[in-house]
């Protein structure tokens, strides 16, 4: 069993940057892909990038690119999500979640991740 817990998030302005962190316990989980998603109020959760386990290739959503970064230390077992540029639309409850992965590919597909962070909140004012 993996154990994920997300830190960083809290109440920013429009503009602002703010960087949530992972980190990961349990289970060594080196050879597993991590991504980080978001659920806003009323929506469903939605997928926000993912960085794969050797930390050479990363996905992003089309809203995420050029304003999001996520990155991971295999070392520290954490992974973050450095969020630049806020917008109130980005306002959500944002989750760390892995997947055990034996292929290049990295899914974005929140189906394919077995284990979830219990989120932590960025709320962005206009």
């Known amino acids: 069993q993996v154990q994920l817990v997300e830190s960083g998030g809290g109440l920013v302005q429009a503009g602002d940057s703010l960087r949530l962190s992972c980190a990961a316990s349990g289970r060594t989980c080196t050879k597993c892909n991590m991504g980080w998603f978001r659920q806003a109020p009323g929506k469903e959760r939605e997928f926000v990038a993912a960085v794969g386990w050797s930390a050479g290739k990363t996905i992003y959503a089309e809203f995420a690119k050029g304003r999001f970064t996520v990155s991971r230390d295999n070392a520290k077992n954490t992974v973050d999500l450095q969020m630049n540029s806020l917008k109130p639309k980005d306002t959500a409850v944002y989750s760390c979640?892995?997947?055990?992965?034996?292929?290049?590919?990295?899914?974005?597909?929140?189906?394919?991740?077995?284990?979830w962070g219990q989120g932590t909140r960025v709320t962005v004012s206009a």
């Open positions: 979640a892995a997947y055990l992965s034996i292929a290049s590919h990295i899914h974005a597909d929140r189906s394919f991740y077995d284990y």
